[in-house]
């Protein structure tokens, strides 16, 4: 069983910056997938980044939109994977999930590749 805490969500001015964190419980952290998605009202939960386990390099993946702004990164002593957002618009606003993925699954960019998840931190971006 893994357990995931989200935190660093907050109110942030267009163009300001937040870094969160999502601490994670269990054994399996360093070798298992991470990702960030985010869920705005009214839309669907949609892929903000991954980054692999360290047996696979920690390679890492941004959608689009956030690329050269969003930055994904683990510490396995820490057992916590971050996502720290710069240069942030309104249209980031929304609750940020942390996601895990432990074998079977295998983590990806949907939300059926991660079998973990968070509680959500809120992040609200004012123009």
């Known amino acids: 069983q893994v357990q995931l805490v989200e935190s660093g969500g907050g109110l942030v001015q267009a163009g300001g910056s937040l870094r969160l964190s999502c601490a994670a419980s269990g054994s399996t952290f360093s070798s298992s997938a991470m990702g960030w998605f985010r869920q705005a009202p009214g839309q669907e939960r949609e892929f903000v980044a991954a980054i692999t386990g360290s047996v696979w390099s920690a390679s890492t993946s941004v959608r689009n939109s956030v690329k050269g702004r969003f930055t994904i990164s683990r510490d396995n002593a820490k057992n916590t994977v971050y996502l720290q957002m710069n240069n942030l618009a309104a249209e980031d606003t929304a609750v940020y999930y942390c996601?895990?993925?432990?074998?079977?699954?295998?983590?990806?960019?949907?939300?059926?590749?991660?079998?973990?998840w968070g509680q959500g931190t809120q992040v609200t971006v004012s123009s």
């Open positions: 996601a895990a993925a432990v074998l079977p699954k295998r983590g990806g960019i949907t939300a059926y590749d991660y079998n973990y």
